[in-house]
């Protein structure tokens, strides 16, 4: 043990291992020193970058925020459009819709339409515009097949004064079309009909060139003296097999052939007081629905244009009116009264025709 200790050889041996230990321990700590130092000078460098950016994001915030405040303060937000319409009943009022998927949806979904509809204090003015509208274009489309989205529909109605409906004898609804445009994209042609009343008479609708928009069964009608053809066959769902008369309770109701009265009242929850009349001679089956007062019997034998009964507002009936039913034995297949009678068009008389195309004029103005 000696000998390592004091062997000069030893010694120097000794001296230079402590000496690169030493030497090492230095390098090392000089190389985490500078490993610990770059990564120290990436994060403030990375730091003082995001700082910066921060600085830049937030001057760019100031700037938009400053530019949006001019832009508000110079441009005010646009006020939602409001409808400048007269509340008071009897007033005209214009308005339009167009068809996006269904002919009913396009009234109901229609803002001007909620707009007045809030003024006049009436919500469920939409239904009651579109069924009076569909009243009329059913002498010239079907509603169910042939509108077509893009189809626009312009009219003109007004709300009936109270007054004026406790004196009329037309049966008014709480309100009137007095006008209607309807471009069909599926006909490429524009309907035109308007409210006209001929001295005073009950008020009837036509066509632009002064022909009237219902045909007329004639000379033996089942009725005579009605205000409106409210429905027509197939024109509403599920299935309409008739044709509907609007007129006053106690209307004639009358023959419209030679034949034999088979029965009288049947399903009256539904029909009413109801008559039944098989032709003399043929396989058809005539049918009055809804009626006030019947004046025939059973096994009776009648005549067209005899009178019958008077009409009414019957069994499941929302209103007066006659049903009027044509069909190919009691239960057969269902017969267009408008083609199985003889019909005529009626025109406006010549001496009416300068007022009815002043009147179109006004109209088509408020309609634009």
Known sequence: MTYLFTNPQ????????????????????????????GEEEKEEAQAVQSAQNNAEAG??????????????????????????????????????????????????????????????????????????????????????????????????????????????????????????????HKFNKEINIYKYSVR????????????????????????????????????????????DFKANVGTPVYATVDGTVSRINWKTRYNGYCIEIEAKGSPYVFKYLHLSEVNVEPGQKVTVGQQIATSGNTGKSTAPHLHYQINLGNKGKVIDPMKYHKTIIEKLPESERENFKNRIVELDDLMK
């Open 59 to 184: 001057e760019q915030q100031a700037i938009a925020a400053d530019q949006a405040g001019e832009q508000q303060a110079t441009e005010p937000e646009k006020p939602e459009k409001e409808l400048q319409i007269k509340t008071e009943p009897g007033e005209l009022i214009a308005a339009s819709a167009e068809i996006e998927d269904n002919f009913y949806n396009a009234f109901n979904s229609n803002d001007d339409l909620k707009q007045i509809s809030k003024a006049l204090g009436m919500s469920n003015l939409a239904d009651i515009i579109s069924a009076h509208v569909g009243r009329l274009l059913i002498w010239d489309i079907v509603l169910r097949n042939d509108v077509r989205k893009g189809d626009k529909i312009d009219f003109v109605f007004r709300v009936i004064p109270d007054e004026e409906k406790r004196t009329r004898n037309d049966l008014p609804d709480v309100i009137e079309i007095i006008a209607v445009k309807y471009f069909s």
């Open 200 to 243: 005073g008479s009950v008020a009837k609708y036509y066509y632009s060139d002064g022909i009237m928009l219902e045909k007329i069964i004639s000379p033996f009608a089942p009725i005579k003296s009605y205000i409106q053809i409210t429905s027509t066959i197939g024109d509403r769902a599920p299935k309409h097999e008739g044709v």
């Open 10 to 37: 030893v010694k120097k041996w000794k001296t230079l291992f402590v000496l690169s230990f030493c030497l090492n321990i230095i390098l090392i700590g000089l190389i985490v020193y500078t490993v610990k130092s």
